[in-house]
């Protein structure tokens, strides 16, 4: 059964995170635009630099860290000089560490399923990666596994914009995670909430459960599927299988 798996490759937001991504998004982008505010008064063309340098890191195929895509094209549209990227790293990872880690205070998350899965993984000898779109510093994906109650030490690996250079959906996301665990897509198992980016693993052969809580509807995504359903449901299931 595909329980027997050795490794659980899980998603966050949607699938351990329960939060309604256009409110955070809101907030998330406010939060930010009033740290920048002194690079970019307007706001909207703030918002718009943003997304632009994190669709080049989706874009990115392994030629530099997502962080460095990141850098250079937020730089390069917010008008600064190369020189001062370093500077603007060091501003992100303080936003991170401090105003973005206190955005949960806008969200009821429930965190009780969640955690308790991965305790009992983790109890049960199951190496644990979270294979979250690596688009944040280490301290934003942090923060947000802490607001489902859960220790980022539990994981082997977190991806994150600085040791990736990959990104959801392209199936070499998973090739570089099984590259840096030392593992085969048989070894392996990806549990998250969208057919298209976490579906993608199963073009290496790593099977796939959806958590369908948050599930996002893609349409023509035609992926393999091993198990669907709710966290509660899959909380039932490993405790009686494993």
Known sequence: MFL????????????LLTI??????????????VEFKDLCQNREEFIQALMQA????????GQQTNRQVFMDKFSQLVGLAAADT?????????????????????????REKPA????????????????TNPLFPPAGVKARLS???????????LTTYDNMSHAKPNPDYYREILTKI????????????DP???????????????????????????YPVSWQGSMAEFKRLIETKL
């Open 4 to 15: 027997d798996k050795d490794i659980y490759l899980f998603d966050l937001d949607g699938t």
């Open 20 to 33: 309604e991504v256009e409110e955070f998004l809101q907030h998330y982008f406010k939060a930010l635009s």
């Open 54 to 61: 994190t669709k080049q890191m989706i874009k990115n195929q």
């Open 86 to 110: 370093e500077q603007l790293e060091v501003r992100f990872n303080n936003f991170y560490q401090n105003e973005f880690a206190d955005l949960d205070q806008y969200f009821t998350i429930a």
């Open 116 to 131: 308790a899965v991965i305790n009992y993984l983790k109890n049960k000898g199951k190496r644990l990666v979270l294979a």
């Open 147 to 157: 607001w489902a109650g859960i220790d980022a030490a539990d994981f082997e690996l």
């Open 182 to 193: 030392g593992a085969e897509p048989d070894d392996c198992l990806m549990i998250g909430n």
């Open 196 to 222: 298209q980016e976490d579906g993608s693993a199963t073009e290496l052969g790593i099977e796939l459960l959806l958590i369908e809580d948050f599930l996002i509807p893609r349409d023509k995504v035609d």
